[in-house]
């Protein structure tokens, strides 16, 4: 397996454009995780999918964050309009539920950068 | 809300010494999975250990293990025989039985040669 997939890796944008983050989980994988990384926040949940149905999503910021995940296999989060706030590194994840799951795969993350 | 707190947020090790990196958390829930990740500077996170708590052995692998007092809600790594590619930021995670998955600001560790 490939492991999780996101793209792009890198996005450099500018204020107000709009900005979508793809994630493709493992195959077999029924839970799907964002995450935001920052230096002064740390990894923050922004909103999980089990079975693709959104189950969390109390850790998105503001309404320019959605999230949507209409098959098993892809994900996207976006940000409309970004801002110079929005840059971190956002990380998708997956993981199989279950007893002696739960251990989260993590994609290489994308690196934003809202100028 | 569960919690977890890391209250390292810089360690250092001499290497092939050993180091042990301090976790606690809280919650109310007595079902729940804890690990310790890896992320070294290439960013990609890895799994290093995992722990379910309603097991009383604690979880090794390899040079990792853990001390895992689920009374006291803490959960600390030990490497042993530390090596320069150990050098990362660790953090530490707990997870619900449902998947949602909590992290602490992490811990970075500087192995010296």
Same mark, same amino acid.
Request: aromatic share 10%; net charge neutral.
């Given at each position: ?20 983050? $793809?994630?493709? /989980? ?34 998105? /910021?503001?309404? $320019? ?15 409309? /309009? ?13 993981? $199989? $539920? ?18 | ?8 947020? +810089? ?5 092939? +010494? ?18 310790? %990740? ?7 996170? =890895?799994?290093? =250990?995992?722990?379910?708590? %309603? ?5 090794? +692998? ?16 030990? =490497?042993? @025989?530390?090596?320069? !590619?150990? #050098? ?9 039985? #449902? !998947?949602?998955?909590?992290?602490? @600001? ?8």
């Amino acid at each position: 397996d490939a492991g999780v997939i996101q793209s792009p890796r890198h996005e450099v944008t500018e204020m107000g454009q709009e900005v979508t983050l $793809r994630c493709k /989980p493992i195959s077999g994988h029924n839970s799907l995780f964002w995450y935001r990384q920052t230096m002064m926040r740390g990894l923050e949940l922004l909103i999980y999918f089990n079975n693709n149905v959104p189950i969390d999503d109390s850790g998105m /910021p503001e309404d $320019r964050f959605s999230a949507k995940m209409p098959n098993a296999s892809f994900s996207t989060l976006k940000i409309q /309009p970004s801002e110079p706030r929005d840059s971190a590194v956002y990380f998708c994840a997956s993981s $199989r $539920r279950g007893p002696g799951a739960n251990v989260l795969t993590f994609g290489a993350g994308s690196r934003l950068t809202v100028l | 809300a569960q919690t977890v707190t890391q209250s390292q947020p +810089e360690m250092s090790v001499q290497e092939a +010494e050993t180091v042990t990196l301090s976790c606690t958390y809280d919650t109310s829930e007595s079902d729940y999975y804890l690990f310790w %990740y890896k992320q070294p500077p290439s960013r990609q996170m =890895i799994l290093v =250990i995992r722990q379910e708590a %309603y097991k009383q052995q604690n979880a090794t +692998e390899n040079r990792f293990s853990v001390n895992f007092q689920k009374a006291a809600k803490s959960f600390s790594l030990k =490497i042993s @025989d530390s090596q320069l !590619g150990d #050098a990362a930021m660790y953090f530490c995670a707990y997870s619900t039985n #449902a !998947g949602k998955s909590t992290f602490g @600001d992490g811990t970075t560790l500087t192995v010296k040669p």
